[in-house]
């Protein structure tokens, strides 16, 4: 341990608190104190909480033990929501449903060197229970801190992590707005096309596969295409030809479309589209269109927890229609402008990636007594 820093049990330097139920009539658009319940945590990408439902309690009305103090740091304690790893800083003096638990930092330990410290915490491997993930004050009986025990020297690391995590941000935003960039190109050259539209129905034949999900074998000889953006594998087909395939169901909607030529088999939610004989489409001209109108799809798909496409939803879906020579000129540079997109979103990716692996690299430095005191020079 370096000189002048102590490594304690994570209780030992703040206090745990769990979250309460409060009853429908206190909750009044009056008030200072916050009710956050565990569901508005996951609506929010900031770190810093403030109620996105604009749920208000009566302070008289509560006892002030239920009271999570700002600068405290609330996460998920129970369920699905643990996986999601949110925590969040509390900026406004709240109170939190049963789901939500908080952490309280103590007067020896700087309440945002906690909150970045905390962060890399993965409460997912935290959690216990059977049925239902868990975590409770025991959870955190062998999570162990390491702090300078002076708060200036915590103070410094913080004022050194938020200049490196600000230009770390910065670039991760310059990254993402260059993939957006690159995908809206792709995306535009296909708006822009021209042409008398015609529905899908008129053009093409539908059809579903038969298969369950799981039929999918390791190291399969054919394709196998489920709803997934994966390709699976399998040792049968049921399709030898050119076809168009369209993921029928998505548990957010975000639904995929695939190109395929040969034999294959498909799940029975999934879609094999296959053009008419005497329709006047090109298929890669198709699968481009077909991608075109994904968001499309989103929308007009129905369902609670899974979204799904209905057969006439396609088959209703109009597309541009020009002629089969202009249908060539615009595969050919579609195609070009696909590879050029899924060469940049791997570059911008893979920067992201590296921007994400620098933040870990720079918090298990500052955690060990080891970050440069040039501040963000480093970064």
Do not use: H
């Given at each position: 341990m370096k000189?002048?820093?102590?490594?304690?049990?994570?209780?030992?330097?703040?206090?745990?608190?769990?979250?309460?139920?409060?009853?429908?009539?206190?909750?009044?658009?009056?008030?200072?104190?916050?009710?956050?319940?565990?569901?508005?945590?996951?609506?929010?990408?900031?770190?810093?909480?403030?109620?996105?439902?604009?749920?208000?309690?009566?302070?008289?009305?509560?006892?002030?033990?239920?009271?999570?103090?700002?600068?405290?740091?609330?996460?998920?304690?129970?369920?699905?929501?643990?996986?999601?790893?949110?925590?969040?800083?509390?900026?406004?003096?709240?109170?939190v449903d049963l789901n939500t638990m908080a952490l309280v930092p103590t007067k020896i330990i700087d309440k945002d060197y906690l909150f970045y410290w905390f962060n890399k915490i993965d409460l997912s491997q935290l959690?216990?229970?059977?049925?239902?993930?868990?975590?409770?004050?025991?959870?955190?009986?062998?999570?162990?801190?390491?702090?300078?025990?002076?708060?200036?020297?915590?103070?410094?690391?913080?004022?050194?992590?938020?200049?490196?995590?600000?230009?770390?941000?910065?670039?991760?935003a310059n990254a993402e707005e260059n993939l957006r960039n690159a995908r809206e190109l792709f995306e535009g050259y296909l708006q822009a096309i021209k042409a008398e539209k015609s529905p899908l129905g008129h053009l093409v034949e539908i059809k579903t596969g038969k298969l369950n999900s799981n039929a999918a074998v390791d190291g399969g000889k054919y394709p196998f295409f489920t709803c997934s953006r994966e390709i699976f594998a399998i040792d049968n087909y049921a399709f030898d030809h050119e076809a168009i395939l369209l993921a029928g169901n998505n548990a957010s909607g975000d639904?995929?479309?695939?190109?395929?030529?040969?034999?294959?088999?498909?799940?029975?939610?999934?879609?094999?589209?296959?053009?008419?004989?005497?329709?006047?489409?090109?298929?890669?001209?198709?699968?481009?269109?077909?991608?075109?109108?994904l968001k499309e799809f989103k929308?007009?798909?129905?369902?609670?927890?899974?979204?799904?496409?209905?057969?006439?939803?396609?088959?209703?879906?109009?597309?541009?229609?020009?002629?089969?020579?202009?249908?060539?000129?615009?595969?050919?540079?579609?195609?070009?402008?696909?590879?050029e997109t899924k060469k940049l979103e791997a570059i911008y990716q893979q920067k992201i990636k590296d921007l994400e692996e620098l933040k870990k690299s720079i918090l298990q430095k500052a955690f060990n007594g080891e970050l440069n005191t040039t501040k963000a020079a480093a970064v």
């Open positions: 000189q002048g820093w102590e490594m304690k049990k994570l209780g030992e330097v703040c206090d745990f608190k769990s979250g309460t139920t409060i009853a429908p009539k206190l909750e009044k658009t009056v008030g200072e104190i916050i009710y956050a319940k565990v569901g508005d945590m996951n609506l929010d990408g900031n770190e810093d909480f403030i109620s996105v439902s604009s749920r208000y309690v009566v302070l008289k009305e509560i006892n002030e033990n239920q009271i999570i103090p700002i600068g405290s740091i609330i996460f998920p304690k129970r369920g699905g929501a643990i996986a999601t790893n949110k925590k969040r800083r509390i900026i406004k003096p709240t109170i959690s216990n229970g059977t049925s239902i993930p868990q975590i409770n004050n025991y959870s955190f009986n062998d999570v162990y801190i390491s702090y300078p025990k002076s708060l200036l020297e915590q103070q410094r690391i913080v004022s050194i992590l938020d200049e490196a995590f600000a230009a770390i941000a910065k670039a991760k639904f995929n479309v695939k190109y395929y030529k040969g034999k294959f088999n498909a799940y029975q939610r999934t879609y094999v589209i296959t053009v008419n004989k005497e329709a006047k489409v090109l298929y890669r001209y198709l699968y481009f269109q077909l991608l075109n109108s929308e007009k798909s129905v369902g609670a927890n899974t979204r799904f496409l209905k057969l006439g939803m396609i088959q209703e879906m109009k597309i541009p229609l020009p002629s089969l020579e202009q249908q060539q000129t615009i595969v050919q540079k579609l195609d070009t402008l696909s590879a």
